[in-house]
């Protein structure tokens, strides 16, 4: 257990559905990620959020989008995704988004799209 | 290309030897290292990190080696054991703008045998 939930931890959708990954950490940290690994590739950051506020989108397609309500809660909403989607997105937490930058993963969303 | 990679994608020990996995990295004004683990069906796992001040850190069963002057990183695990077995990840902290974004290499299998 490190403190960081994600659910569900798997999901199956079409490409015309929305759903959403949720995630929940509970180490008091302010920074918090969204991560995309996909097999054999390294850990594709994808958006980062400080104190509820995104300081990072890495050129991440419109189909993903992130939220952010709290500190110890973030989403992602997917929309008319694509087959190439399919990966294991990871959200992450640490106490800054910089400096030193240990950060706290949870297990994943396993995503398949068809 | 990838800023961090590593060396040999897998990499199989027996039971009780030390292992050692390296990782190269191709900028010189990353300051800051950390070694993941990460656990068939589990998210990264923080291991060990270090400076770039510092060329050693040891915790437990594993040591940090840090050599700026040819940019390379390794990871050794004393007397490794069933439980080591993992895909093991160096990750690197750049400078991006006014943000630092932890940049990942793809990883090495490590395989325990026994």
């Known amino acids: 257990e490190t403190g960081v939930t994600q659910t569900p931890r798997h999901l199956v959708m079409g490409m015309t559905n929305k759903k959403s990954l949720k995630c929940e950490q509970h180490?008091?940290?302010?920074?918090m990620y969204w991560y995309k690994q996909s097999a054999k590739k390294p850990l594709e950051l994808m958006f980062v959020?400080?104190?509820?506020?995104?300081?990072e989108n890495n050129s991440v397609p419109s189909r993903f989008s992130p939220e952010c309500p709290n500190s110890s809660h973030l989403f992602l909403h997917l929309h008319t995704l694509q087959p190439e989607d399919s990966a294991l997105y990871l959200c992450?937490?640490?106490?800054?988004?910089?400096?030193?930058?240990?950060?706290?993963f949870g297990a994943g969303t396993r995503l398949s799209v068809l | 290309g990838e800023s961090v990679g590593l060396h040999l994608p897998t990499l199989s020990v027996q039971e009780g030897d030390n292992s050692i996995i390296n990782c190269a990295y191709s900028?010189?004004?990353?300051?800051?290292f950390i070694w993941y683990k990460q656990e068939s069906g589990k998210g990264p796992q923080f291991i060990i990190d270090?400076?770039?001040?510092?060329d050693k850190r040891q915790g437990q069963r594993v040591t940090v080696l840090l050599n700026k002057t040819v940019k390379h990183l390794s990871l050794q695990i004393a007397a490794t054991q069933p439980g080591d077995s993992a895909v093991y990840f160096c990750?690197?902290?750049?400078?991006?703008?006014?943000?630092?974004?932890?940049?990942f290499g793809s990883g090495t299998q490590l395989t325990v045998l026994p």
């Open positions: 959020y400080n104190f509820k506020e995104q300081t």
């Open positions: 270090i400076r770039s001040n510092m």
């Open positions: 180490l008091g940290h302010n920074a």
């Open positions: 992450a937490s640490s106490q800054g988004g910089g400096g030193k930058n240990i950060q706290y």
């Open positions: 900028n010189s004004a990353s300051d800051y």
């Open positions: 990750a690197e902290l750049i400078s991006s703008g006014s943000a630092r974004q932890l940049t």
